[in-house]
């Protein structure tokens, strides 16, 4: 173990390692099989070490899908115990790309993670922190909000017949009566100006990174967020960290294609789908440049971390197991969809045997770090807007940054209203009723434990 040297002033490092998986890796994202045929981006996992006193704290992000606890406690207990940080003060955030490796195995697609990549990935991470720690230097933190408008939308929707839909196709739009909550375009930035060292900027947005598809490796929009940046500004690192984004998607059905930007190309060459992720990424990059010279100066004195438990109530399943067990062989025997055979039986199926005599009670964790006068909280899966809002909303602090996907995978976090509503994020929601108020009170404590 690393001993740390005592300072008496807030000092950061940064370090960053490549992520990409070999062609031919399994991919995940969809309820489908898809091996990577090529690389439009590259993956990376970049860290941000901030040490003050004997204290430090680590944030990691990672261009994955989502964030596996087991390899991720593991990361942080290897990480923690090799240079002198807590692993409570670790956080370990998955941009949610759909275009990445797969990180557990999947059963909907018959395919297991590979034991070599997982390997490559741990020992890519452990490094990029070791850098991180080299790099310390003196620093001061400022901070902005800015707003990327036009590229995200909700994507749930009322129909005029009374059901509840996920991304209605452009052809039913005269049948919608209307959106169901309203999307964020808020983007939060931290922006560490380091003495004698390139600055650091942490930044945060929430929308699904779905835009590419097919199957080519990207790290999709938040790829581009930190390249545009980094290109733009001299002597500038960048990490993205995802915020609040169940509900809430790149495009909407009463836009011309779907709110894409595409060339005629793209059913040709898939890479030209990146087309979209290059664009969101100019447009929120863009949205921090506005922003940065007149970023505000905030305090920079202490490191402090808290962890709080949240037991999500469980969406028990005891019956109609066998039917499920019948419709998922289907799927995986390559069976099309159809009127009696849909994609949301499919979903279901597959949550009602994984949650075949779950627990009564799920158990996660927020984790929250104060970085000076800055509160980072981080939050496993993928909540809905409404409760980003709801822990933005009760923060003590001044300036908060929420991150979802962070140190474990939880699925879909739904509002209440959402239970009676149906829709695709319930066909494969894990919870019942009252999920979203212990995962937001758990966030809320430990955002408190800190002041």
């Known amino acids: 173990m690393e001993n740390v040297e005592k300072t008496t002033a807030m000092?950061?490092?940064?370090?960053?390692?490549?992520?990409?998986?070999?062609?031919?890796?399994?991919?995940?994202?969809?309820?489908?099989?898809?091996f990577s045929a090529g690389v439009t981006d590259p993956l990376f996992v970049r860290a941000t070490l901030f040490q003050f006193g004997e204290k430090r704290a680590l944030i990691m992000a990672m261009d994955l899908c989502g964030i596996n606890k087991e390899w991720a406690d593991?990361?942080?207990?290897?990480?923690?115990?090799?240079?002198?940080?807590?692993?409570?003060?670790?956080?370990?955030?998955?941009?949610?790309?759909?275009?990445?490796?797969?990180?557990?195995?999947?059963?909907?697609?018959?395919?297991?993670?590979?034991?070599?990549?997982?390997?490559?990935?741990?020992?890519?991470?452990?490094?990029?922190?070791?850098?991180?720690?080299?790099d310390l230097a003196p620093a001061r933190l400022f901070t902005a909000e800015s707003h990327a408008k036009g590229i995200s939308f909700?994507?749930?929707?009322?129909?005029?017949?009374?059901?509840?839909?996920?991304?209605?196709h452009p052809d039913t739009a005269d049948q919608i009566d209307h959106a169901i909550g309203e999307a964020s375009d808020k983007v939060r930035v931290l922006i560490v100006?380091?003495?004698?060292?390139?600055?650091?900027?942490?930044?945060?947005?929430?929308?699904?990174?779905?835009?590419?598809?097919?199957?080519?490796?990207?790290?999709?929009?938040?790829?581009?967020?930190?390249?545009?940046?980094?290109?733009?500004?001299?002597?500038?690192?960048?990490m993205f960290l995802l915020g609040p984004q169940g509900d809430v998607n790149h495009f909407t059905p009463f836009l011309p294609n779907r709110g894409r930007l595409m060339s005629e190309k793209h059913k040709e060459d898939p890479r030209e789908k990146a087309l979209h992720a290059r664009y969101m990424g100019h447009v929120i990059a863009g949205s921090v440049l506005t922003v940065c010279d007149r970023a505000e100066e905030i305090g920079n004195e202490g490191i402090d971390f808290a962890k709080e438990e949240m037991?999500?109530?469980?969406?028990?399943?005891?019956?109609?197991?066998?039917?499920?067990?019948?419709?998922?062989?289907?799927?995986?025997?390559?069976e099309p969809y159809s009127e009696d055979f849909t994609y949301a039986q499919v979903v279901e199926s597959y949550r009602r045997i994984r949650m075949f005599e779950a627990p009564p009670f799920m158990s996660y964790h927020a984790y929250a770090l104060r970085i000076g006068d800055f509160a980072i909280v981080g939050v496993p899966g993928?909540?809905?807007?409404?409760?980003?809002?709801?822990?933005?909303?009760?923060?003590?602090?001044?300036?908060?940054?929420?991150?979802?996907?962070?140190?474990?995978?939880?699925?879909?976090?739904?509002?209440?209203?959402?239970?009676?509503?149906?829709?695709?994020?319930?066909?494969?929601?894990?919870?019942?009723?009252?999920?979203?108020?212990?995962?937001?009170a758990a966030a809320e404590k430990a955002l408190k434990a800190l002041k």
């Open 193 to 238: 100006r380091r003495e004698g060292a390139d600055d650091i900027y942490l930044v945060n947005f929430g929308t699904h990174p779905d835009t590419v598809g097919y199957n080519y490796i990207s790290a999709d929009w938040p790829g581009y967020v930190c390249s545009t940046l980094e290109g733009a500004i001299p002597g500038t690192k960048c």
């Open 11 to 34: 000092q950061c490092g940064f370090g960053k390692r490549e992520i990409t998986p070999p062609l031919g890796t399994s991919m995940a994202g969809y309820f489908k099989t898809r």
């Open 311 to 334: 037991l999500l109530p469980s969406n028990r399943i005891t019956e109609g197991i066998e039917e499920a067990r019948k419709i998922t062989e289907r799927h995986r025997a390559g």
């Open 74 to 134: 593991r990361i942080r207990e290897k990480v923690g115990k090799t240079f002198d940080i807590d692993p409570d003060a670790i956080l370990i955030n998955g941009s949610h790309t759909h275009t990445g490796p797969i990180f557990q195995n999947a059963p909907a697609t018959g395919t297991v993670v590979d034991p070599n990549y997982i390997a490559f990935l741990e020992e890519q991470a452990f490094i990029a922190a070791g850098e991180a720690v080299m």
């Open 382 to 440: 993928e909540p809905f807007t409404e409760l980003g809002a709801r822990i933005y909303a009760s923060s003590p602090f001044k300036h908060t940054m929420t991150c979802c996907m962070t140190n474990a995978g939880c699925g879909y976090v739904p509002n209440s209203a959402s239970f009676d509503e149906g829709g695709y994020e319930m066909n494969n929601c894990n919870y019942v009723r009252g999920a979203d108020d212990a995962y937001v």
């Open 154 to 168: 909700v994507r749930r929707y009322r129909m005029k017949d009374g059901s509840y839909k996920t991304n209605p």
